[in-house]
């Protein structure tokens, strides 16, 4: 199982920026896959999540209405569009994969992940 993320960077508060997680590796029959992150000195926490097989999506409460995940099945990606960024949206992003699961209300996949991508910054900053 591959997970590879782009799209990240600094950006300033008030800017959007998507990120990308191409997936490959796996042909689970469903799969919910994700994003974590983790900012210095604080625990990793959920940001959103998808399901393979219904398109369910989930945000966590300090993303919503701000930030959305979509997928695109012809290039096994998944996106997570952020918006309106605040400095304490800066972090480590995390695609994150759980087979045959199902998403966390509180964002990114329940249980325990099944493969994890190398991780992507985000910086916002002025």
């Known amino acids: 199982v591959q997970l590879v993320e782009s799209g990240g960077g600094l950006v300033q508060p008030g800017d959007s920026l998507r990120l990308s997680c191409t997936y490959s590796?796996?042909?689970?029959?469903?799969?919910?896959i994700g994003w974590f992150r983790q900012a210095p000195e604080k625990e990793r926490e959920g940001v959103s999540c998808?399901?393979?097989?219904?398109?369910?999506?989930t945000v966590a409460n300090s993303a919503k209405g701000r930030f959305s995940i979509s997928r695109d099945n012809a290039k096994n990606t998944v996106y997570l569009h952020m918006s309106m960024l605040r400095p304490e949206d800066t972090a480590t992003y995390y695609c994150?994969?759980?087979?045959?699961?199902?998403?966390?209300?509180?964002?990114?996949?329940?249980?325990?992940?099944?493969?994890w991508g190398q991780g992507i910054q985000v910086t916002v900053s002025s």
């Open positions: 994150a994969v759980k087979a045959w699961g199902s998403c966390s209300a509180y964002g990114g996949p329940l249980g325990t992940v099944t493969a």
């Open positions: 590796g796996f042909s689970w029959g469903s799969f919910a």
């Open positions: 998808i399901r393979s097989t219904d398109g369910q999506t």
